[in-house]
Each structure stands twice: as C-alpha cells, then as structure tokens.
C-alpha cells in the first residue's frame, strides 16, 4: 500500500484517502488545437517501469490536488509536491536520483 503525505495539509495516510488523477505534467490541448494533438493529450499517456510523476488529490482530507513521485516497481514514493508548479522541486529530483541514478534529470 503507497502511503502519500498532502503537501498542503501535511496530512500521511494510505492511497485509499487519496484520489489519483493520472500522470503529473500534461500540457492541455485547448481550442484551436489539431484532432491529432487532442487526441493524444486524452489517450497517450506515459506508462513507464520505475520512477513516475502522477497528480492526486486529498479526497478524504482537504480536496487540494497535488503531485506525487513514486516507483512504478517498488511503490516507493519518494515525495510529493504541490500541484501548481512546473516540475518536481530541485530537492525531490535529487532524492530521486540518489536512489535511481539513470532517472533523466527533467523527470519528465
């Protein structure tokens, strides 16, 4: 069981308070866009083996979404980090890449 902490309340509980709502950094396709990119945007998703960058939400809790970096083989999760910024903090991709040295810098 994956036990996530809400960067927003500080709250610790198992995925089960917790919503998830898929993989972390899409860029959204709004008006205007090709059928090609809208497409993509709601059925490519990356689906890898090892480290992932998901956004989940505090269900039971405060209802803030937030983002979540774990291991899609061990379920270890490494931290997590408010929803409205554009990549994982500094600090949390070098913890990532202490444990993970091949993880890409960008994690993305």
């Known amino acids: 069981m994956l036990m996530l902490t809400c960067p ?5 509980a198992e995925e089960t ?3 998830p709502g898929g993989q972390a950094h899409l860029k959204r396709q709004g008006p205007g866009s090709s059928d ?5 945007y709601l059925f490519a998703r990356a689906n890898p ?7 989940w939400r505090h269900a039971f ?3 803030k979404w937030f983002h979540a970096a774990r291991c899609t ?3 270890e999760v490494f ?7 554009a990549g994982p903090p500094a600090e949390l991709r070098a913890a990532i890449a202490a444990r993970r040295p091949g993880w890409p810098e960008g994690g993305r």
């Open 8 to 12: 927003h309340c500080g709250v610790t």
């Open 17 to 19: 308070e917790f919503a």
């Open 36 to 40: 090609d990119d809208f497409e993509a």
């Open 49 to 55: 083996r090892g480290v992932h960058l998901e956004r």
């Open 61 to 63: 809790g405060c209802g």
């Open 73 to 75: 083989v061990t379920l």
């Open 79 to 85: 931290g997590t980090y408010p929803a409205r910024t």
